[in-house]
């Protein structure tokens, strides 16, 4: 009887602490909804405030060499199904999150030419907050910094206006242009 008492108790602290895993990677200010960019999005759920500390990007702690082991991994599956989501996030020099979890929620935010978000480090952790003010029904975004060496790869259908048809970091935006010009 007394094992069974503890056998309960034991799946009651489980399933609790799943329930916080789970309710970290979630916010009141957004949810996921089919996206006119790509697949599935997040959008606003409300009025967003510039600054905003949205969501929690979530997932496991990895180190480096962990890291380019997946990140290995997940460009070789890129090049046999064509699918090139990554979700490895770099925190310090020793430590990477990869936020490949289902409860992961942000993971599915697309990326724009023009964000309406960023994501910040905040000690270990990874918050996406708001770059201005976030209307209800806006698709959360953001520069996903892609370096320029493999523009060809990620086309962006992000629509916006100044879109530079790739997915490439801003900060690498001059160095697009010369390439593309020297194409065509
Ligand atoms: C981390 S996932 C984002 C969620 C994705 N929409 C989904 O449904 O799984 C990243 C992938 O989404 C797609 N994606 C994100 N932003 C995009 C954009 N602006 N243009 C085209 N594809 C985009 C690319 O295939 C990228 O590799
Ligand atoms: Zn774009």
């Known amino acids: ?20 895993l789970w309710n970290r990677g979630q916010s009141k200010y957004c949810e996921v909804r089919g996206s006119e960019i790509h697949g599935r999005g997040v959008y606003a759920t409300r009025f967003i405030p510039d600054q905003t500390k949205i969501i929690e990007y979530v997932g496991e702690l990895i180190d ?29 020099n020793t430590c990477d999150i990869d936020g490949n979890v289902p409860w992961n929620t942000a993971r599915l935010i697309n990326h724009s030419c023009r964000p309406n978000c960023e994501a910040w480090i905040d000690g270990r952790k990874i ?18 910094g892609f370096d320029v060496d493999c523009y060809e790869d990620h086309p962006c259908l992000c629509g916006k206006e100044g879109c530079v048809g790739y997915i490439v970091s801003r900060s690498q935006w001059a160095e697009l242009g010369t390439r593309l010009k020297a194409k065509a």
């Open 1 to 20: 009887m007394a094992a069974r008492k503890k056998k309960v108790s034991e799946s009651k602290v489980l399933h609790r602490k799943l329930v916080q």
């Open 64 to 92: 480096k060499e962990e890291s380019e082991r997946r990140g290995n991994a997940q460009h070789a599956k890129s090049l046999k199904t064509g699918d090139a989501a990554v979700y490895i996030f770099t925190l310090t």
């Open 127 to 144: 918050f996406i907050h708001a770059l201005g003010d976030i209307n209800a029904g806006d698709e959360l975004t953001f520069d996903y």
